[in-house]
């Protein structure tokens, strides 16, 4: 879905957002719904709304695939790239960093999507705040049964801190 900059009204525009999304680096298994408002100020294009949708993802600790809802605020703004050919240096601001750019007259409204959703996956995701992982010895799900491993080989250089240790209790 494409918009055309020109032909966006002075009040701006609602975008009901309600169809099938496939990106390479999340596995979504839901579509992709919400609501943005468009508005064009000057050159600018502001975004703003919110977006969810259902992604199937890998556990950072126990590497089992789980559901999960991704929530994403949307607020962006987005320049016409001729901006960027001007002599004019520009300073990023914090306000600023959710800040892109156009080009020509057309707007790619799936990509604004795939860009929000990619930004909003957290970088491990976990199963649950409980998740116990693997051994690294055995590898045995730790959430499903103990591991019968032996106590972890402790590096030799701590060997002199371990004494201390016993000293003092």
């Known amino acids: 879905m494409k918009i055309l900059i020109s032909e966006i009204p002075d009040e701006g525009i609602e975008l009901k957002i309600d169809e099938p999304l496939e990106i390479d680096a999340v596995k979504l298994i839901s579509l992709v719904r919400g609501e943005l408002g468009i508005k064009k100020v000057g050159p600018e294009v502001v975004i703003e709304g919110e977006i969810t949708a259902e992604a199937e993802l890998e556990c950072g600790r126990c590497l089992k695939n789980f559901t999960a ?4 605020p949307v607020n962006v703004m987005y320049h016409p790239v001729e901006e960027l050919n001007t002599e004019n240096k520009h300073e990023i601001r914090e306000d600023a960093l ?35 992982g693997i051994c690294p010895k055995c590898g045995i799900d730790l959430n499903v049964a103990n591991c019968s491993c032996k106590e972890k080989d402790v590096d030799p250089r701590f060997n002199a801190l371990k004494k201390l240790l016993a000293k003092g209790a």
Do not use: A, R, W
């Open 69 to 72: 809802g991704v929530n994403v």
């Open 98 to 132: 959710d800040l892109g750019f156009y080009f020509g007259d057309e707007f790619d409204v799936p990509e604004l999507l795939k860009e929000q959703i990619i930004l909003n996956i957290p970088m491990k995701p976990l199963c649950s705040e409980t998740c116990k």
